[in-house]
């Protein structure tokens, strides 16, 4: 087994039931993603919708691939032949493209749409004002299915902190869920996946806990 698969069986080891894992093997290459691929895992998450396109091309087809970053809106041509799920929907000119490009490939496209729930300005998403007054008017994009919500914490050492960004965001998705139906809520990352799952994550984003340190920026 390689290092690789070892951290991938100790991570899914300590998942919930019921929580998927969404392996993020941004910036790796495609031999380290195959290495998971063939210890079972097939939802890979990506950050960068062109590195997202060419692994996929050289990739088993049977992959989920799951856009999580910033989406740039002239690249969501790229990727809406075959993306899975689009976790970070954080304007309505990105639902706008996306519902477009899904029209012209002839598919529904599933997303999540992000909240901003850290405290640091930097970090993307709608408010929860934003996202109350946007949901009665999802009809505009019939080829676009939200399937639940999105958000990153505050990058802090503080568990406290953390696990109320979470349980906020937990209560904004459990109050629309039914209404809206929805099923995903993604939240949790290498660092705070634990307190996630204890919030009610369905998906956490996982990367460097399986794949090792990136030597990108955080
Ligand atoms: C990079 C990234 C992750 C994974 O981060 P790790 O700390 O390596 O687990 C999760 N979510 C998003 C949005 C990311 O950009």
Same mark, same amino acid.
């Given at each position: 087994?390689?290092?690789?698969?070892?951290?991938?069986?100790?991570?899914?080891?300590?998942?919930?039931?019921?929580?998927e894992?969404?392996?993020?093997?941004?910036?790796k290459?495609?031999?380290?993603?195959?290495?998971?691929? /063939?210890?079972?895992?097939?939802?890979?998450g990506?950050?960068?919708?062109? /590195?997202?396109?060419?692994?996929?091309?050289?990739?088993?087809?049977?992959?989920?691939?799951?856009?999580?970053?910033?989406?740039?809106?002239?690249?969501?041509?790229?990727?809406?032949?075959f993306?899975?799920?689009?976790?970070?929907?954080?304007?309505?000119?990105?639902?706008?493209?996306?519902?477009?490009?899904?029209?012209?490939?002839?598919?529904?496209i599933?997303?999540?749409?992000?909240?901003?729930?850290?405290?640091?300005?930097?970090?993307?998403?709608?408010?929860?004002?934003?996202?109350?007054?946007?949901?009665?008017?999802?009809?505009?994009?019939?080829?676009?299915?939200?399937?639940?919500?999105?958000?990153?914490?505050?990058?802090?050492?503080?568990?406290?902190?953390?696990?109320?960004?979470?349980?906020?965001?937990?209560?904004?998705?459990?109050?629309?869920?039914?209404?809206?139906?929805?099923d995903?809520?993604?939240?949790?990352?290498?660092?705070?996946?634990?307190?996630?799952?204890?919030?009610?994550?369905?998906?956490v984003?996982?990367?460097?806990?399986?794949?090792?340190?990136?030597?990108?920026?955080?």
């Open positions: 087994m390689t290092q690789i698969q070892s951290a991938l069986k100790s991570v899914c080891a300590s998942l919930q039931e019921g929580v894992l969404v392996a993020v093997s941004k910036t290459p495609v031999a380290l993603l195959l290495e998971a691929y /063939e210890a079972g895992q097939r939802d890979f990506e950050n960068k919708v062109q /590195e997202m396109a060419l692994k996929a091309a050289t990739m088993p087809e049977d992959i989920r691939w799951h856009m999580i970053g910033h989406v740039q809106t002239n690249k969501i041509k790229y990727m809406a032949p993306v899975h799920l689009v976790h970070g929907v954080d304007r309505e000119k990105v639902l706008k493209e996306l519902d477009k490009q899904a029209k012209k490939v002839s598919r529904i599933d997303c999540l749409l992000q909240v901003h729930i850290a405290q640091e300005e930097t970090k993307f998403g709608w408010s929860v004002a934003e996202l109350e007054a946007l949901l009665p008017h999802m009809s505009l994009y019939p080829n676009v299915r939200v399937r639940g919500l999105m958000g990153m914490a505050s990058n802090t050492d503080d568990e406290h902190q953390v696990r109320r960004e979470f349980l906020d965001l937990n209560d904004l998705y459990k109050k629309h869920a039914q209404a809206q139906h929805w995903t809520l993604s939240i949790g990352m290498s660092g705070d996946y634990a307190i996630a799952m204890e919030c009610g994550a369905t998906h984003r996982i990367g460097s806990a399986v794949f090792g340190a990136r030597n990108d920026a955080p």
